[in-house]
């Protein structure tokens, strides 16, 4: 079964179902959840994501159905979806083989175009650092994060702890916490298959931006996105980055109060 984490499970309101961004984890959803107590939060890893050994079949179609099992199992008939980057596209595969289960669905700095239609969509394999002085890993997560100067500073000690843990101890030395072949077949998936919906009238559909680190075609692939989802809302976050669930939370949260009703 795929890992997962519950946030305000006692709530008996609607359950928001949260998908993280390539490369990250379950928890990085932890303080939107705090914004969210009116809501019952489940955050699910990626398959061979946050050292899980026992995944060997990391397509997007077989996660989708063990998403699916796992909402069986927690007895989730209907919930609202949102999705930070390779997330995004994800929620929407799900919603087009069960949307008598999805309420909404949100987009989080991804999922609102095909990357196939863009030239250079494909940048090559990925790799993974492997770091042998903890000093070190510190150093460069620092400077990361440093560089995103409109963070806020309570948001960079929280992101720098984050980071810290997407790292673990293994063989002397640092590594990544995801199976490079999880990472690769994932990404080349949203590469090759068109996973974007057409929005009918009945599903709110709304699209998170991060106002920093914008691509020049930005504003080329919302205009497609809202000729196509001509009922859809696009909000732009101020001061955020691409993990919009950590970088701007409290913003992240007022948007989807405003959505999820």
Known sequence: MLQYIQYNFEQIGPTIIAIPALGER????????????????LA??????????????FTIETYVKDV???????SISKAHFIGNSIGAWIIQSYYKSHPESVLSITLMDGGHYFPGDYENSEEGEIKLPIIEKFEDLKMAIKQQVDSMDKLASSKKELFKNYMLNNFIFKDGVYVHHSNLNALNTLSRAIDKTNYCIQQSNELPLLLLLADQGRENSEEE????FLTLNKHATVESIHNSYHFLPITNTSDVAKHLKLHLV
């Open 221 to 224: 692939k919302i205009n497609s």
């Open 68 to 74: 699916n099992k796992l909402l069986d199992y927690l």
């Open 44 to 57: 699910i890893d990626l398959p061979g994501h946050n050292n899980t050994s026992s995944q060997n079949d």
């Open 26 to 41: 379950k928890e990085i959803f932890e303080e939107l959840a705090k914004d969210l107590k009116e809501f019952r939060f």
